[in-house]
């Protein structure tokens, strides 16, 4: 369990090539990340995807993609904690990077979609219905 918290501490700092090394090394074991349902492997995996990832290099973006939707394809049950988090990019922040942001997600969705069409296209209309509800409104009032 302490060996979880040093991971989790030293990934919130990890960039670049550095962060593409443990992103590897998680898909390598991503079938472990499933296997063993506890507290501190969900911790983890919460952490993992809570990493900000979509404004770096197409290096880092690529092995996200990767892990994501190999770790959505061999545990289900991580699909709405990953789509949750993919769908917090779409609030915005530094507006020099948002396009970046917003089309390398959109790219992540679209993986999600291709290995898990039923269970993550609900979910993304599950977490925009509850993150975004101001569509509702008339377009004068947003």
Same mark, same amino acid.
């Given at each position: /369990?302490?060996?979880?918290?040093?991971?989790?501490?030293?990934?919130?700092?990890?960039?670049?090539?550095? *962060?593409?090394?443990? @992103?590897?090394?998680?898909?390598?074991?991503?079938?472990? *990340?499933?296997? +063993?349902?506890?507290? $501190?492997?969900?911790?983890? $995996?919460?952490?993992? *995807?809570?990493?900000?990832?979509?404004?770096?290099?197409?290096? $880092?973006?690529?092995?996200? #993609?990767?892990?994501? $939707?190999?770790?959505?394809?061999?545990?289900?049950?991580?699909?709405?904690?990953?789509?949750?988090?993919?769908?917090?990019?779409?609030?915005?922040?530094?507006? /020099?990077?948002?396009?970046?942001?917003? #089309?390398?997600? +959109?790219?992540?969705? #679209?993986? *999600?979609?291709?290995?898990?069409?039923?269970?993550?296209?609900?979910?993304? @209309? /599950?977490?925009i219905n509850l993150r975004f509800p101001f569509y509702k409104q008339a377009a004068y009032r947003q």
């Amino acid at each position: /369990e302490g060996e979880v918290s040093l991971i989790i501490g030293l990934l919130e700092n990890v960039r670049g090539p550095s *962060l593409v090394m443990w @992103l590897d090394a998680f898909q390598a074991n991503i079938t472990v *990340l499933g296997r +063993h349902k506890s507290d $501190v492997i969900d911790g983890l $995996v919460m952490e993992l *995807l809570k990493l900000k990832w979509a404004d770096q290099s197409q290096g $880092v973006v690529r092995a996200y #993609k990767s892990f994501i $939707v190999n770790l959505v394809s061999a545990n289900t049950r991580y699909t709405r904690a990953a789509i949750k988090s993919l769908i917090g990019n779409f609030k915005g922040g530094a507006r /020099e990077s948002d396009s970046d942001v917003f #089309k390398n997600t +959109h790219d992540v969705l #679209k993986g *999600l979609l291709s290995v898990s069409p039923v269970g993550a296209r609900d979910e993304i @209309l /599950e977490q925009i219905n509850l993150r975004f509800p101001f569509y509702k409104q008339a377009a004068y009032r947003q």
